[in-house]
C-alpha cells in the first residue's frame, strides 16, 4: 500500500506532505495503518467532500493498494468521523517527517 497526503492551506499557508509505503514501514505500524483505511472504507468515500468556511486546511490523500487507486480531497470541516483518525495518523507521519 502507498500513500500520499498533503495538508494545504489554514490561516497561514503552510503545505506538509509524505509519501508512505507500507512495505517500508514496521509491520505493526503498516497493519495500524491498513486498518485505518479500511475502517474509514476510504475506497468508497468520493472524491471530494466540500465545506464552506475560510482558513481551512485542505486534505489530498491518494491511496494505491491491491491495483487500485483512489482519491479523497476534502477541507477539515468536511471531513468524516471514520476518516479523520486516518488524517490524523497521516498527519502526524508529514509533521514529525518519520
Request: glycine share 6%.
Amino acid at each position: 500500500m502507498r500513500i500520499e497526503f498533503t495538508r494545504s492551506g489554514g490561516f497561514a499557508g503552510m503545505r506538509v506532505a509524505k509519501v508512505l509505503n507500507a512495505d517500508e514501514m514496521p509491520e505493526a505500524e503498516a497493519l495500524a495503518l491498513k486498518e485505518l483505511v479500511k475502517s474509514a472504507e476510504f475506497f468508497d468515500l468520493p472524491e471530494t467532500l466540500p465545506s464552506r468556511g475560510a482558513d481551512r486546511f485542505q486534505y489530498d490523500i491518494t491511496i494505491e493498494s491491491d491495483g487500485r487507486t483512489h482519491t479523497v480531497k476534502a477541507d477539515e470541516g468536511a471531513i468524516p468521523p471514520a476518516l479523520a483518525p486516518l488524517v490524523k495518523r497521516l498527519e502526524s507521519y508529514a509533521l514529525n517527517q518519520r
